[in-house]
């Protein structure tokens, strides 16, 4: 069984689209992450969640939000997507804070 | 915030040979540090991790050491095989008790030649 698993693999979409990241996972862990990471393989912290509430919002264009319907999902919605939103979007989770981050496959966006 | 350097950005070594990375971080509060091995096409995986409070940990050929007083902590991998060649991150914690995160180096690139 995949530990964190993310949907899609590929995203390839028009500039100005909607698109969502979809996140799980298994584990029973209490805390959630986002990552993107840039084409020269900078990882740089998005979002945090811990219990389906936000504590880490770091300087992200409000076109991202993350939504946690409950404490085992971690969705990431972009609207009106732009060129420099491409990267691979990485999902992961730990079990508290402070705590070994398990990393989902990512998602590949790529804007035309 | 928390900055964390990582060299060499490229590391070639042949087959059986040892590899070292090393990472400096700026915030002496940080108190965690975990290395990833990444893979092409996969996400980033621990392969050992270490916190403030211990100056040395070894899980078969991978070892971290830290030094706490200068900032800095290394990844040693002896006897390297093929299979090793991958790029390797180390990161660091930020913040305080109720709003961690971590921060990552740039990435070593690892090839081992067989």
């Known amino acids: 069984d995949t530990a964190v698993s993310q949907t899609p693999k590929y995203l390839v979409t028009q500039m100005g689209n909607d698109k969502s990241i979809k996140c799980e996972q298994n584990?029973?862990?209490?805390?959630m992450y986002w990552y993107k990471q840039d084409s020269k393989k900078f990882l740089k912290i998005m979002f945090s969640y811990n219990n389906k509430e936000l504590i880490i919002n770091e300087t992200v264009p409000n076109r991202f939000s993350p939504k946690s319907p409950d404490k085992a999902h971690l969705n990431l919605h972009i609207n009106s997507l732009e060129l420099g939103d491409s990267a691979v979007y990485f999902c992961?989770?730990?079990?508290?804070?402070?705590?070994?981050?398990?990393f989902g496959d990512g998602t590949r966006l790529s804007i035309l | 915030g928390e900055n964390v350097e990582q060299h060499p950005s490229t590391l070639s070594v042949q087959e059986g040979d040892s590899a070292v990375i090393k990472c400096t971080y700026s915030d002496s509060a940080s108190n965690y540090f975990p290395w990833y091995k990444q893979e092409l096409g996969k996400g980033p995986q621990l392969i050992i991790d270490i916190r403030s409070n211990v100056g040395e940990k070894k899980d078969q050929r991978i070892a971290v050491t830290l030094n706490k007083t200068a900032k800095h902590f290394s990844l040693h991998i002896t006897e390297t095989q093929p299979e090793d060649s991958a790029v390797y991150f180390c990161a660091a914690t930020f913040g305080r008790a109720g709003s961690y995160q971590l921060t990552f180096g740039k990435g070593t690139k690892l090839s081992v030649i067989p």
């Open positions: 584990l029973g862990h209490d805390t």
């Open positions: 992961a989770s730990s079990q508290f804070q402070n705590q070994p981050q398990h």
